[in-house]
């Protein structure tokens, strides 16, 4: 898991709006880019060190400027478990709230989640009890969902296009050596085709290289 945790942060941080504008539209239509943005990973990490309930992975915390001029810090966790994990739900809510907890920002938080379980989708935690009520709900991405959209991603000219597809193919191949060699080759092509900017082209190589890793042979 180690090398996904590692592929994903890497791109987000190094393509952080495409990877907005590709995932979040009405979220990156409402953010001032101009004045720049900036990741927390030191106070994401004193926030979560002691935390007993699951692993942390590919998570992110990122202080955004929105076009109203105000300022929003954005909690992004990225789950790239290849199984279902019962207390996610409470690990982003403890997240959300040790971290306004601290610094008193409103926090925003999103899921990526890279499993291969249609049906495992959580994306809200809720205590109901007598006249109490805690409820948060969060916004979520399957990958899998694309699965249906593979001719629309061929085509998209948002580098998290790719990065998408190739997530698919390490799917579609499994451990086959041969599959993800083919799926390796056809990806690299159509980067070149897709007509990026240079920095993108080695972001995405990266990633792709990361995720599709083949024996030396």
């Known amino acids: 898991m180690s090398k996904y945790d590692s592929a994903w942060k890497?791109?987000?941080?190094?393509l952080f709006e495409d990877f907005l504008q590709f995932f979040f539209p009405d979220i990156f239509a409402d953010i001032?880019?101009?004045?720049?943005?900036?990741?927390?990973?030191?106070?994401?990490?004193?926030?979560?060190?002691?935390?007993?309930?699951?692993?942390?992975?590919?998570?992110?915390?990122?202080?955004?400027?929105?076009?109203?001029?105000?300022?929003?810090?954005?909690?992004?966790?990225i789950e790239v478990q290849g199984y279902k994990e019962t207390n996610f739900e409470e690990?982003?809510?403890?997240?959300?709230?040790?971290?306004?907890?601290?610094?008193?920002?409103?926090?925003?938080?999103l899921a990526i989640l890279t499993d291969e379980d249609k049906n495992y989708r959580p994306n809200k935690y809720k205590i109901e009890r007598w006249n109490f009520k805690c409820h948060v709900e969060f916004p979520l991405v399957k990958l899998i969902d694309y699965q249906d959209k593979i001719k629309e991603l061929e085509n998209d000219k948002n580098p998290f296009s790719l990065v998408v597809l190739a997530h698919l193919e390490l799917i579609e191949a499994g451990k086959d050596d041969?599959?993800?060699?083919?799926?390796?080759?056809?990806?690299i092509k159509m980067l070149l085709k897709k007509g990026f900017d240079k920095d993108s082209?080695?972001?995405l190589l990266i990633f792709v290289d990361?995720?599709?890793?083949?024996p030396e042979k």
């Open 210 to 214: 990361w995720i599709l890793q083949l």
């Open 91 to 109: 690990r982003i809510f403890v997240y959300n709230y040790r971290i306004f907890d601290k610094y008193k920002k409103e926090v925003i938080s």
């Open 201 to 203: 082209i080695k972001e």
């Open 32 to 77: 001032d880019f101009s004045k720049g943005y900036e990741f927390l990973n030191k106070e994401l990490s004193s926030i979560v060190k002691d935390n007993k309930i699951g692993k942390r992975f590919a998570d992110e915390l990122v202080k955004v400027f929105l076009k109203d001029g105000s300022e929003k810090w954005l909690l992004i966790h």
């Open 178 to 187: 041969d599959k993800q060699f083919d799926a390796k080759l056809a990806l």
């Open 10 to 14: 890497e791109v987000i941080e190094n």
